[in-house]
Every structure is written in C-alpha cells, then in structure tokens.
C-alpha cells in the first residue's frame, strides 16, 4: 500500500508516524512545500523571543528520525490531483502515485488589499523564512507596525513585544481578539496592552504602505511608512501583517473533491472520494457541539484529526466528532477565555461584571436557565467551571437568577446542579 501526504506540518507528520506504526510494511512519502525540517508554526513565536533556536522549531530533533522510519521525504508544491490515476503531480513536473491520499496542506496568510502591502520590510509571521526575516529587522528600538489584533496578532504582538521594540497596533475592528471577545472584554485586554506600553489602534485601517527613499533612490533610515484611515503616519523599521488565514485548498480545483471553506471531511476525516482524507487547518469538520461544519486552525485539532485519518488509511475504524476551538488566550501576561455563543442569543438574558482597575471582567449569556457562553478575563478559577457549564447545558433552574446577581458564585451553581446531569 502507497500512503502519500501531501504537507509536512503536525498534521502530516503525525500521520505519517501512525501510519508505520500500524502498517510496517506500507510506503509512505510526505511532501512539503518548504526546503525545511518538519517544524511547527505555533513554535515561530518563541524563536522570534529568543526562547528558542531554529532546531527548537522541528518537530522531530533527531535528523534521521524519518529516515529511520522509512518515511521518504519530498519538497515541492503539489499543483493538482488526480483521484481517478491516482496521482498528484508537483510544479516541478514531478508525478508520484497513491493508493491511500491525506492531504495536510494547512493555511496561509491572508494579506490585506492596500496600496505598498508588497514593500521590503511587510512580513507576515508564518513561515521560517518570514521569521528569519522579523528576527533582523525587530531589533530593540526598532518602530514596528503590527496590523491585525486577533488571536495570532496577539500572539505575534508577544513576540515582538520581548524583542523590545516599539510597537504599535492597528486592528480594523472596534476591539481587540474581535472574534473571540465582545466590547467590554476587548476594551479591556487593549487598555492592558497599552499599560504595558504598546500603543493601540482600534476602528482604524491602514490605507497605505509608503516606502521611503532618498534623493539617490536609496532607502531612508526608517524606510516605511504605514497610512492610517484616521489620518495618523506611523513610521517604521518593519510591518508585521496578521490578518488572518485560509485554507490551502486553490490546488483542489478540477480534482473532485468537495470544498466548503475548506476541504469537507466526514467523521472517519475521509473526504467525498473513498481513499482521500483529509486533516488540520484545511479540513472542514462537523462539531456536535456547535452543529456545524467548521475548520479548527489548533494544533491539539490536527494532532488528533491526523491521527483519526491514519488509522483509517490503515484499515481501522475511528472517528472524530468534536473539533477544539480556540478558547483561552494568554496577552502579555493576562488571561482570557470565550467559551460557546459569548455573543449571546436571541431573547438571552446576560450579566456583565467589570474590575478595570484589577483587570477582572466576566460576562455571562443565557437562554433561558442554561448558560450559553461567556467571555472572562483575570478569572482563571472560573474556566474549568464555565466549559463544562456551557458544553454540557447544564440547567440551572434558581441558580440562574442568582448568577444575574452575582455572576462570580459560578462554582457553587455548578456544585448545585451539575448532579442532575
């Protein structure tokens, strides 16, 4: 049996490990679209702190670790499938066959529409290159422009906040972390970044990248400057972009095989074509929890949807119902959570308690007696407790209205009624 995966991230890596576990004998080839070890990207940030060096990024430290388990190694850009030949060939022309598919392409950043996004100096934060390049430009003292403030803004913002820079951020949207985190709760994780000395920009775009040079043509000493929709200039030694991802899914055309957002995956991770599979950022997966069909971009998520598709493609039975959503988030040092519909829902009831000066918030969403979701800051006790209170729609009954009275007597609801689950 011939396994082929096509990405060498987590995902594909530990699928591959599975798969020689549980099929000694079968062939298995990984390709990556990157001339680099196996690493992983939610290590970037740490190696851009200093945390970390390079070899702290690869998935495996030892560099015969693949050759030692008969996992041939490939590097290339896969431009199409073929489901009916079974085949998938590369940009370079190169042809490789299949009986068994997993592809584990991941995602890519998603780089805004403005006039000078392409200027030397603009860098997302997604590959090894893309650190590399961070690393000699966010020097300390250096001005830097970080747009985007969502969950990996923040978690860029961090890194580049140990480098000692002076940083700045603009978010289009009226609040930090916006898609995991209401009004009262983002004001508050903003007014927390900017006490330890970052600058922040909220409700406002940048329009523009200029690059400027001198009268020779060379560049200037601070060499671009990013134009905001207030008005504002902001000069800067580097502009770090993180606004989001997609799927890599572009190549599927033509092959057949269904896509949503990303690749459409049943609970077995198999897509509509027997054979093919697929894991991680660029798989589309039902959540019973939500209802949904929905993509996880988590670690955790692709380790364990890699490892559901690799016992399949070895002849096993396993299945995968729930997708790991992002739900805790660590911002310089304060920690946040947003569990289930903390937007709230329609014809909810909710409460909302707020310490700015401690940097203490929770607010709660109910429908009904059953608390639907929340946001919380500063509330590390709660979480355990607001998880499994949402996730398992456990009726309150009394304690519901208790809570609109004091939202922090959390534990002693769960105590008193999770026994009637």
Known sequence: MKHLIIGNGPAGVIAAETIRKNAPDDEILLIGNEPEPPYSRMALPYLLMGDIKEQGTHLRKNPEHFKEMRIEQRFGRVRRIDPQLHKVATEDGSVFDFDRLLIA??????????????????????????????????RPGARVVLIGAGFIGCIVMEAL???SVRLTVVEKRDRMVPNMMGEGAGRMIKQWCEKKGIRVHTSTRVEAIDTVRRQDGS?????????????????????VCATGVKPNVGFLGGSGIKCSQGILVDASMQTNLHGIYAAGDCAESFDNDSGRTMISGVQPNAADQ?????????GQRAFQHEARQIDVIDTLGLVS???????????????????????????????KDVL????????????????DLIRHR???????????QNPTLLREAYTACAGHM
């Open 105 to 138: 392409t991941g995602a890519s950043p998603v780089m805004p529409l403005i006039p000078g996004i392409d200027a030397p100096g603009v860098h997302s934060c997604w590959t090894m290159h893309d650190a590399r390049k961070i690393i000699q430009l966010a």
């Open 161 to 163: 906040a140990a480098r």
């Open 219 to 239: 560049l200037a000493g601070t060499p671009l400057v990013a134009r905001l929709s207030d008005g504002r200039q902001l000069h800067a030694d580097l502009i």
């Open 306 to 314: 890699a490892y559901c598709a690799a016992l399949n493609m070895t």
């Open 337 to 367: 959570a947003s569990f289930g519909q903390w937007r709230g829902v329609s014809g909810g009831e909710w409460v909302e308690m707020s310490d700015d000066r401690n940097f203490r918030y929770l607010r709660l969403e109910f429908n």
């Open 372 to 387: 639907v979701g929340s946001n919380a800051i500063g509330l590390t006790e709660h979480a355990s407790v607001l998880r």
């Open 394 to 404: 456990i009726e309150l009954g009394e304690w519901k209205d208790r809570l609109l």
